[in-house]
């Protein structure tokens, strides 16, 4: 079977290509493969509305049935592609079937990494699918010890829902702050003492020698000088790209799908969301997003390409976060050394607005509770980065 465009990847980058295709008026075949039995959902409820149990799972749906209909595409659910031959332009499955493409999108997103040897044992689990999210709201309810391992913005998220609970939760990380490699260690502080005021526990700089099991369940989490009582544990460690499928490929894997400026990995192949690495003129380096919104613009870059328009990817990065009852909202980055700057503090509404600086260049800017305020002083980085791109031009000329 042949189609026009092939997508793999049935979420939201993987369905922001077919919405864009058809709402540019492509009127060719398009199929969407994923090898999740669910139609296409969205990830960021899954560590807090469906986790905490406010939202049923079925909200968490990226459109209505309706929607998908009307988008005249073939949806293959439950199917896993397993190889890709570029040179004839084909993809095999795991039902044994092999299709024909015209254009192809990678958007396999990503697959969390896991402890070694903690498979199997009852109450330890990590939080990436749907059914992931169901099953640790089930083990949530009536927990009473729950240690989260890592304490990055995924494990944050999964502390702030698991005290809902009634829990008592531990967070063991290795570094010395929270979410240290995307807000630096300032507003991890910040962070930190968000979650302490909430009864959460540190154990920073700390590395996990062991998951004890009795009888087959969790019974504590060994990290050198104790073991951390625990009826459940949530492996919170970072994730890999799913590109295990494309390693006889001959496409480059580094990290993710290495792509050019316009997201093509080869000829007549693209990548989006989680799983694309493509190179970033303003950055003149390859980089990797993990975050909402590159899914769906990325998505929509790839389709306009596949259209025929030449468009770079040059976005400023964005991530959001709730945990408790604070909206962390971050535009561009936070690199390692950063100063950070208060733009704006107003403490008795628990908000404010910072600014990052790096070599003189504003970095990127984060708000507490202050969606308009980060909004606007998103213009601080588009600035700063004119002025660097300027003053390289004055330079070589
Ligand atoms: C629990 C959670 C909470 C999050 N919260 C936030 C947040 O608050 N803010 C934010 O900015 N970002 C958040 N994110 C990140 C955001 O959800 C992701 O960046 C986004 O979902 C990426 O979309 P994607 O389509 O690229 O990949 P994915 O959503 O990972 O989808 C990829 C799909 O491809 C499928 N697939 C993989 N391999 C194959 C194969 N070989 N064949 C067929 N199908 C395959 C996968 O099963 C999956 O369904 C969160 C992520 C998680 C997991």
């Not at 990494?113 to 089930?138: A, C, F, K, M, T």
């Not at 590109?243 to 000829?267: K, P, Y």
């Not at 704006?344 to 800017?365: I, Y």
Request: charged share 25%; proline share 4%; aromatic share 6%.
């Amino acid at each position: 079977m042949r189609s026009d465009v092939l997508i793999v990847g049935a979420a939201a980058a993987g369905l922001t290509v077919a919405e864009t295709l058809r709402r540019k008026g492509f009127a060719g075949s398009i199929r969407m493969v994923g090898d999740e039995p669910h139609p296409p959902y969205d990830r960021p409820p899954l560590s807090k509305q469906v986790l905490a149990g406010e939202w049923e799972p079925a909200r968490a749906a990226l459109r209505s049935s309706d929607i998908i209909d009307a988008l005249d595409m073939r949806l293959d659910l439950g199917v896993k592609a397993t190889a890709l031959n570029e040179i004839d332009h084909t993809v095999a499955f795991d039902d044994g079937t092999v299709s024909e493409y015209g254009s192809l999108v990678i958007a396999t997103g990503l697959r969390p990494r896991q402890l070694p040897d903690w498979e199997g044992i009852h109450g330890v689990q990590s939080l990436h699918s749907l059914s992931d999210s169901l099953r640790l709201r089930e083990q949530l309810t009536g927990a009473r010890d729950v240690v989260i391992v890592g304490a990055g913005v995924l494990g944050c998220e999964m502390a702030a829902t698991a005290r809902k609970f009634g829990a008592k939760v531990t967070i063991v990380d290795p570094l010395p702050s929270p979410m240290l490699r995307v807000v630096g260690e300032a507003l991890g502080a910040r962070i930190r003492a968000l979650h302490e005021s909430h009864g959460v526990d540190f154990r920073l700089e700390t590395m996990v020698r062991d998951i004890i099991a009795d009888g087959g369940r969790v019974a504590g989490v060994d990290v050198g000088d104790e073991v951390i009582p625990a009826d459940t544990v949530v492996v919170s460690i970072g994730s890999s790209p799913a590109t295990g499928w494309l390693e006889s490929s001959g496409l480059e894997l580094a990290d993710g799908v290495v792509c050019d400026a316009h997201c093509r990995a080869a000829e007549d192949v693209y990548a989006a969301g989680d799983v694309a690495r493509w190179y970033d003129k303003h950055r003149d380096a390859h980089v990797r997003f993990e975050n909402r919104t590159n899914a769906s613009e990325q998505g929509m870059l790839v389709a306009r390409n596949i259209l025929g328009e030449e468009l770079e990817y040059t976005p400023i990065a964005y991530f959001w976060t709730d945990q408790y009852d604070v909206k962390i909202q971050v535009y561009g980055t936070v690199p390692d050394g950063a100063t950070v700057e208060t733009i704006d503090d107003e403490p008795e509404r628990n908000r404010f607005l910072v600014r990052a600086l790096s070599d003189g260049r504003v970095t990127g800017v984060v708000g507490w509770n202050n969606p308009r305020g980060v909004r606007m002083a998103r213009q601080e980085i588009v600035d700063s980065e004119l002025a660097r791109q300027e003053s390289r031009e004055t330079r070589v000329r």
